[in-house]
């Protein structure tokens, strides 16, 4: 069976230090990734999606990158947080090409920059 | 693009109690999706929708896909503590991508 981790849990940064959160799915190949970012109580924004290594597509421009080194590898990075970058993050996978749309989400990470 | 509204905002309900949330959209869906989020959690996939008309249960949650392709139903029914979360209507934007619907946040009441 398919799974996705994504680490670290939580981590408390301050303003303009990096940041890298890493992504990782077993049991699929070729998955299309995602990085969605939820404020607190609030809905899910999709920051970046990725449909094959090296091949990212950003949904909002802003302080966040991604890169995707291997097939099931998926990392979101900033080179100096803002206080805005504050928020859940979440890591999720769906089938290439599969039928169904559903996309499967890992744990989450919180983020809080201080 | 495609809207999603989802309503209620939120909702207090009491232990026991059968209870509805809905989702529409401002463009046809040939996919709708329902997720519960717990707290301090990833959002989990409850229910799967693909054929117009289709009603799906899952325990005491029932989904059903709307007849114009437009528009979801999630019921809940004989509430429990644990049906706290936020609930999330999802629907294919194109292949890679699903528009999200804002969140039901549900607080059960003891």
């Known amino acids: 069976s398919q799974t996705i981790h994504q680490w670290p849990a939580t981590l408390v940064q301050p303003v303009g230090s990096p940041l890298s959160l890493e992504c990782t799915v077993e049991g699929t190949s070729n998955p299309n990734l995602y990085w969605y970012r939820q404020a607190a109580g609030r809905g899910l924004q999709l920051l970046f999606y990725s449909v094959g290594i090296g091949q990212i597509s950003s949904e909002v421009p802003q302080n966040l990158s991604a890169s995707r080194p291997q097939d099931r590898q998926f990392i979101l990075s900033s080179k100096k947080l803002l206080l805005s970058d504050s928020g859940f993050y979440l890591c999720a996978w769906r089938i290439r090409g599969g039928s169904g749309n559903t996309i499967y989400f890992g744990e989450g990470s919180w983020l809080t920059v201080v | 693009g495609q809207q999603l509204n989802q309503s209620p905002q939120s909702m207090f309900i009491q232990e026991g109690e059968d209870v509805s949330m809905n989702c529409t959209s401002s463009?046809?869906?040939?996919?709708w999706l329902w997720y519960k989020q717990d707290p301090g959690e990833g959002p989990v996939l409850l229910i799967a929708l693909y054929k117009a008309g289709e009603l799906t249960s899952n325990g005491r949650l029932t989904a059903q896909f709307g007849i114009t392709r437009k528009d979801s139903f999630l019921n809940i029914s004989a509430s429990i503590p644990s049906d706290v979360g936020i609930y999330f209507c999802a629907g294919p934007v194109n292949d890679y991508k699903l528009s999200f619907g804002a969140g039901t946040t549900v607080t059960v009441r003891a």
């Open positions: 463009s046809i869906f040939n996919t």
